[in-house]
């Protein structure tokens, strides 16, 4: 049953006593502010935010709120898409903001260990000193924090390359609903003693404790590299220089996909212009490691008739400019327009048919509402915003979205795919969460669930109902 008593002013007062004074706010604006995340669909409503320093302090404070009945929800950089750290009953946020300390770097073991509330941008900055990199990477990672990247197991750019989040954690530190401390794996690349618990908090959206710091691996810093923009036709085509690219002489480190409608909106927002003469439907960003055989695969690629246009950046600003183009979507949908967001993951063969099939399941049923699709097409995975159209009121058009989920959760059912790729269930998607998860599947996470967080204090109400 999801916890819904709100902290008391006693209870409040007991963790400014027990971990210091400023611990604890009530600002309306705090509320605000630290109450939501990225979605802005729930109106933030918690009672109290909760600013620990030291892992001690988290211990004690979901300890006393687990005694108390009172709801926490983690919370990081609050960069997710799915209301995974919204607080809207009049929970206690506990935000890991101030614990953001970055360890020494382990040049030898490639490690380092980081608090929670490390900035993304700032772990890849500290490591590039040492020619070393945590290589999650994505285009909120200069807000985003390491343990909301671990507790949602981030994607990105370069999960082609790398791999998702859990390939780069060797060590974890998590808090338990009533307390207890966890310390998982430490700096080991080998421990093989049994269940990896630490896996089971990795990717479970702060529900079942909550990570304080963790042990990172990590690895050489890519060397040159060269950055190329590709104009297509269309998404069969993309998925044929995909194909194309596979097949290099190079190691391919970033494939990413957007649609012309993605780019007017850059366009418009940015006012970012475009290097290329011919515009097709659809766009792609390709990294690869610099080598003497890049350029000959470029003029292989035109000389095949795969791409309308193309060009390769010839030095870093130039690099920048292009990557800025893809990275500048999000934020330039939201600030275009209203954005009703999805992250899905298709096998890469079918991501064809699957747009075909939405944009005919959208034209039929919802005409005249422009779609804007990108996505990480090397692994599969697509984002699809449905904007809104300028007519439209704001609540109907949320409203209306939810039969456009469902005929799309649908879809990518019947196409063997995720409902949820990198941004998670949260409260947005656990209505759907039976699309991608069977009943037997969901039983045994609301087994663990009730192993770990009983009384569920910790994020109740996201990914499931317990």
């Given at each position: 049953m999801t916890q819904t008593r709100k902290a008391t002013p006693a209870l409040l007062e007991a963790i400014e006593k027990r971990c210091g004074a400023g611990v604890v706010t009530t600002d309306p604006s705090d509320l605000a502010e630290l109450g939501r995340d990225w979605t802005r669909v729930f109106a933030p409503a918690p009672s109290a935010i909760a600013l620990p320093r030291t892992t001690a302090d988290v211990s004690a404070i979901v300890s006393m709120c687990n005694d108390a009945n009172v709801a926490v929800v983690p919370s990081g950089g609050r960069t997710g898409l799915a209301g995974g750290a919204v607080a809207k009953d009049g929970e206690l946020v506990l935000s890991l903001t101030r614990m953001s300390a970055i360890g020494e770097i382990d040049?030898?073991?490639?490690?380092?260990?980081?608090?929670?509330?490390?900035?993304?941008?700032?772990v890849h900055e500290r490591c590039a000193e040492h020619d070393l990199t945590w290589p999650v990477d994505f285009a909120s990672k200069g807000s985003s924090h390491v343990g909301g990247n671990i507790a949602t197991n981030a994607g990105g750019i370069r999960v082609i390359r790398y791999g998702l989040t859990r390939n780069w954690v060797l060590g974890l530190e998590v808090v338990l609903a009533n307390g207890d401390v966890l310390e998982m794996g430490r700096a080991l690349e080998k421990n093989n003693t049994g269940i990896d618990l630490k896996q089971l908090f990795i990717g479970s959206e702060g529900i079942l404790g909550v990570i304080t710091a963790a042990t990172l691996k990590l690895t050489r810093l890519p060397r040159e590299h060269d950055v190329m923009l590709f104009s297509l036709p269309d998404l069969g085509a993309v998925v044929r220089l995909f194909r194309a690219a596979q097949e290099a002489p190079f190691a391919l480190g970033a494939f990413e996909f957007f649609t012309d409608k993605c780019l007017a909106r850059v366009q418009r927002h940015r006012k970012l212009a475009s290097p290329l003469n011919e515009n097709g439907q659809c766009f792609v960003v390709l990294e690869a490691e610099r080598g003497e055989a890049n350029e000959a695969w470029l003029a292989d690629v035109f000389g095949r008739g795969l791409v309308l246009d193309g060009t390769m950046a010839q030095h870093t600003s130039q690099a920048a400019s292009l990557w800025a183009l893809r990275e500048s979507i999000s934020e330039s949908l939201s600030a275009t327009g209203l954005p009703h967001k999805n992250d899905i993951a298709l096998p890469i063969a079918k991501l064809e048919g699957f747009c075909r099939d939405l944009e005919s399941i959208l034209a039929e049923r919802y005409p005249g509402w422009e779609v804007c699709l990108f996505g990480h097409i090397g692994d599969g995975n697509l984002h699809v915003n449905i904007m809104k159209p300028d007519d439209m009121d704001k609540a109907a058009f949320l409203g209306?979205?939810?039969?456009?989920?469902?005929?799309?959760?649908?879809?990518?059912?019947?196409?063997?795919?995720?409902?949820?790729?990198?941004?998670g269930i949260g409260l947005l998607k656990k209505d759907y969460l039976g699309y991608s998860r069977s009943p037997a599947e969901i039983a045994a996470m609301k087994a663990v669930k009730a192993a770990l967080d009983p009384k569920n204090t910790l994020n109740p109400g996201k990914i499931f109902d317990a």
């Open positions: 040049v030898v073991g490639r490690t380092v260990r980081v608090e929670a509330g490390a900035v993304t941008q700032a209306r979205t939810h039969d456009v989920d469902r005929h799309m959760f649908e879809l990518v059912q019947s196409y063997g795919g995720s409902i949820s790729a990198e941004h």
